[in-house]
């Protein structure tokens, strides 16, 4: 099992940054695929970005490509999300979350596909 902590929201004027983290406890983070997704207040959680295990493959969901950069450091069993160009569109809690995928060249951009979750972390964009 994976346990993940979110960290790095915060308030944001519109067109600021954020870097997001998702640090991973317990063994084998590397053999995980990662995914952000988000969930804004009277919505759905809703698909972000997706990593596989090495990095090689990345997706993103069309509202955030170009501005958003997912990646990982599986030496310090960390996930990223790098966020520029933030619009109030993006406010949202955070979450990331993991299946065990190994080796496997993808990704996915499925919320029922994951196995594990953060708690989340709130990002707050100002207009």
């Known amino acids: 099992q994976v346990q993940l902590v979110e960290s790095g929201g915060g308030l944001v004027q519109a067109g600021g940054s954020l870097r997001l983290s998702c640090a991973a406890t317990?063994?084998?983070?590397?053999?995980?695929?990662m995914g952000w997704f988000r969930q804004a207040p009277g919505k759905e959680r809703s698909f972000v970005a997706t990593?596989?295990?090495?990095?090689?493959?990345?997706y993103y969901d069309d509202s955030v490509k170009g501005r958003f950069t997912i990646s990982r450091d599986n030496a310090r069993n960390t996930l990223f999300l790098q966020m520029n160009n933030l619009k109030p569109e993006d406010m949202a809690v955070y979450y990331c979350?993991?299946?065990?995928?190994?080796?496997?060249?993808?990704?996915?951009?499925?919320?029922?596909?994951?196995?594990?979750w953060g708690r989340g972390t709130q990002v707050t964009v100002s207009s």
């Open positions: 990593i596989n295990w090495n990095g090689i493959y990345t």
């Open positions: 979350a993991a299946y065990r995928s190994v080796q496997s060249a993808y990704g996915s951009t499925s919320y029922s596909r994951y196995d594990f």
């Open positions: 317990g063994r084998g983070f590397s053999v995980y695929a």
